[in-house]
């Protein structure tokens, strides 16, 4: 629609119906011409860094029946915004007697209401029919097989599983890759860089389902570890390491902390 009105803006804004590009288009609709002055009904602050480049984005050949469209599509997003209030409405509704399990999910990184909701609404709050959090995520489907081969333990593909519950879990996954000082943001980040965005992300869903199944069973919030613990992990494996093959050269080790000078 804006291209056929010779309007760049989709070039220059990353969302056209965000907050930022609604306000510029409703300018449109409302009858201003003045390129300048639409740019300037921006909200975000990312937008307003880019005045220059929105101003001569905006600069087109808006015609009336431009208006008449754009105020149409409006209209339908208001309708559709409208519809899916209600369902929400009706769907929180629906799970009050769950509300406990839902406060709970709401804890750990990366959950935002709907998506605990929608976990509850098909696991229940019941999982004692799982023996173990390894049985609950390999019923999800992101618990991995494995095979032994020539003495060394393989990877395998993980189980069809429930696909609905899969994808919630990559949703959740993703939200977690965006935050910082996390524990999972430091497992996604440094599994992506060794074994690729996909591969890390059913990974990190495995870790997000047996965090639920413990949440659930136990009854308590999210434990958040911190995102320096795999520096913290991996120190304490070095030393491991360093000692037993100081011990197998036959040196006897004794290991002192050193004094933190103030």
């Keep these: 629609m804006l291209e056929t009105a010779t309007s760049k803006l989709t070039s220059v804004v990353t969302d ?46 808006i015609q009336p029946h431009h208006r008449v469209l754009f105020q149409q599509i409006f209209a339908h997003l208001r309708f559709l915004e409208s519809s899916m209030q209600q369902v929400l409405q009706e769907i929180e509704a629906q799970m009050k007697p769950y509300q406990e399990v839902v406060e709970l999910l709401l804890t750990h ?16 709050s019941d999982l004692s029919r799982f023996p173990s959090a390894k049985h609950f995520a390999s019923w999800i489907g992101v ?10 333990r393989k990877h395998g593909q993980t189980t069809k599983g429930n ?5 919630l879990l990559a949703e959740i996954v993703w939200g977690i890759s965006h935050t910082k000082d996390t524990y999972l943001s430091a497992q996604y980040h440094r599994l992506a860089r060794r074994i690729g965005k996909t591969k890390a992300i059913v990974a990190v ?26 520096d913290t992990l991996d120190r304490e494996r070095l030393t491991k390491h360093t000692v037993k093959r100081l011990e197998a050269l036959g ?11 103030a």
Aim: with cysteine; glycine share 12%.
């Design 16 to 61: 056209v119906w965000g907050k930022s590009g609604q306000s510029m288009i409703n300018a449109i609709i409302q009858g201003e011409s003045d390129a300048q002055t639409r740019s300037r009904v921006s909200t975000g602050n990312g937008c307003r860094g880019k005045l220059p480049q929105l101003q001569a984005a905006l600069e087109g050949r």
């Design 109 to 124: 990184p990366g959950v935002q209401a709907v998506a605990a909701m929608g976990f509850v609404s098909e696991v229940g």
């Design 143 to 152: 618990w991995p097989g494995n095979h032994t081969s020539a003495g060394k």
């Design 163 to 167: 696909a609905y519950l899969r994808a």
């Design 205 to 230: 869903s495995h870790t997000v389902a047996v965090n639920f199944y413990h949440m659930i069973t136990k009854h308590i919030p999210y434990q958040e570890l911190g995102a320096n613990y795999f």
């Design 251 to 261: 040196y006897e080790v004794i290991l002192t902390p050193k004094e933190v000078r």
